[in-house]
């Protein structure tokens, strides 16, 4: 025989044998693992909850809002003054402005005015302060519930009112 050729024999004794790899030991154990999960599902937790689910809930709130009718537009069609030129609707549906006749000018009537008002839910307080607003006074102002108005009267042009909706809080 060739000296080359293997023995033959038991390959684990044998010197032409391949070698033998150790056996790859486990990296890690299952407690880092665990722990490596607990991590990742602690921060997708956090992330939906305090950005994905508040995101959300605000883009709700403002579909409600904006399918919500306007109430300016609600009280004005309620007094028969959607078309009036002197009851008119500005800043996208966030005021209103209404104007009576006087002396020497045109506009809205009493009792259109109490109407608005009403549909409004304005205040017995500042309804009382409307009406005892002189021309000395200048402009006034108040608010009731959502909204605030501020306000002129002189005899001449009659009561120069705007009501402006509170903008609402989106945090």
Do not use: K
Request: one cysteine or more; charged letters at 20%.
């Amino acid at each position: 025989m060739y000296a080359s050729t293997p023995p033959q024999g038991n390959p684990a004794q044998d010197s032409w044998s391949a070698p033998q790899r150790p056996r790859a030991r486990r990296r890690g154990s299952p407690w880092l693992f665990a722990s490596l999960g607990a991590v990742a599902g602690l921060a997708l937790g956090l992330l939906i909850g305090l950005v994905i689910i508040p995101a959300t809930a605000n883009q709700i709130a403002q579909r409600i809002e904006a399918a919500a009718p306007n109430p300016f537009e609600s009280a004005l069609e309620a007094c028969n003054l959607d078309d009036s030129p002197h009851a008119t609707i500005g800043d996208d549906g966030a005021s209103l402005e209404l104007q009576t006749f006087g002396d020497e000018a045109s506009g809205i009537g009493p009792e259109e005015f109490m109407c608005v008002t009403d549909e409004l839910d304005i205040s017995d307080a500042v309804l009382s302060r409307i009406e005892t607003t002189r021309a000395l006074d200048g402009r006034q102002e108040a608010s009731w519930g959502d909204f605030t108005a501020s306000w002129t009267y002189h005899p001449d042009n009659g009561l120069n009112m705007l009501i402006e909706r509170a903008p609402h809080d989106e945090s």
